[in-house]
């Protein structure tokens, strides 16, 4: 859909389509209440301010539909496509790769209760295991921090291409 679209939605197809961008209720409120936009790269702007300022009950809610990195995102949902078009890279890495990956998730998850999230796209499956293996030295208030940081730059994207009429296109 296009941003003239979206803001012409209903308040509640508005909010569904918003949560397949970040499945936080009030993220999807906030930013369908923050409409019209003007440009696609101001309801981004928006969207990633509100995500920034979820509490972390609201962010465990998000975290709750996102794959693990590595996992192929089932089902025909928008969030789901949106998952695996950003994991591409990883979906193509070799099963080397993709072992340690799932080896280091479950690590993260014992130490940290989450799924590890971090914006996948234009990142190479080498970047993103190093970067979860970084990840899993911090503290736990540190790496909420950046848990929500990331899921706010992914919200960011998503909607950007959701509003531009990109959200089934291929990532460049």
Not at 9 to 38: I, T
Not at 104 to 124: D, K
């Amino acid at each position: 859909m296009g941003l003239a679209e979206f803001n012409a939605l209903p308040v509640a197809a508005a909010e569904e389509a918003l949560r397949s961008c970040n499945a936080a209720l009030r993220f999807a409120r906030e930013v369908a209440a923050g409409r019209p936009y003007g440009d696609p790269a101001a309801a981004a702007a928006v969207a990633e301010r509100v995500a920034l300022g979820l509490a972390w009950p609201e962010v465990e809610q998000a975290l709750a539909a996102h794959p693990r990195i590595g996992e192929r995102a089932a089902g025909d949902s928008a969030e789901a496509a949106a998952s695996r078009r950003e994991q591409a890279s990883v979906a193509a890495a070799g099963e080397g790769v993709r072992a340690e990956l799932a080896a280091a998730n479950r690590a993260y998850e014992e130490r940290f209760g989450h799924v590890f999230l971090i914006r996948a796209a234009g990142r190479e499956p080498a970047e993103i295991l190093a970067e979860l293996r970084r990840r899993l030295g911090r503290e736990p208030a540190a790496e909420r921090a950046e848990t929500t940081r990331q899921l706010a730059e992914i919200t960011r994207l998503r909607v950007e291409r959701l509003v531009a009429g990109q959200a089934g296109e291929p990532a460049p």
